[in-house]
């Protein structure tokens, strides 16, 4: 078995969070009973909510990440990206990866993405998301986050609706006298 790589240090709460939209506008993190809104929130939500750094190795990973995608909190943090991206994508990701990174850019944000995903056992799934880069105090690019979905249910509910229509046009069809 191949040695782990180190793992790097994960913050597990920032007090100064700067958003991709406005490099000079910092957000302060508002109490809530214990701990801040915003680390309650990214902690109870239902969606997975995932960071990684400028060279894609995972260094946030919540509850629902765990849920999602079948993998220990424990087990993400300094992996790749990798352990959730399908094989056929990955040259595609990494490209498109690189080239944010390197230009601090993104055609991406405010967009929701639909795209499949792994699992920890290798089950395919269907997610939808949305990233944002990440920024420090100075503007420099950081690393990005996601906020993901696991869309697989509604995903096989639409294909097989699809599936259904195309079958009961076939039926019509079949049914209108054919025209001369």
Not at 46 to 70: K, M, Q, S
Not at 76 to 103: C, F, N
Request: charged letters at 30%; aromatic letters at 4%.
């Amino acid at each position: 078995m191949a040695e782990r790589p180190a793992r790097p240090e994960v913050a597990t709460q920032s007090t100064n969070v700067t958003s991709s939209r406005e490099p000079s506008e910092s957000v302060s993190l508002q109490p809530f009973g214990d701990e801040a809104l915003e680390v309650a929130l990214i902690e109870a939500t239902d969606h997975a909510v995932i960071v990684a750094d400028l060279d894609g190795v995972i260094c946030f990973w919540n509850p629902a990440a765990e849920r999602i995608f079948g993998r220990s909190r424990s087990d993400a943090l300094g992996e790749s990206l990798d352990i959730i991206i399908p094989d056929k994508l990955r040259a595609r990701h990494w490209d498109g990866y690189r080239r944010v990174m390197q230009t601090g850019q993104t055609d991406y944000a405010g967009r929701t993405l639909a795209v499949p995903a792994l699992r920890h056992d290798g089950t395919r799934i269907s997610v939808e998301f949305t990233v944002t880069l990440l920024r420090d105090a100075t503007g420099a690019l950081r690393g990005i986050a996601a906020i993901l979905r696991d869309v697989t249910a509604a995903w096989r509910e639409q294909r097989t609706l699809h599936a259904r229509i195309a079958e009961l046009e076939r039926e019509l069809a079949a049914l209108r006298p054919t025209e001369r």
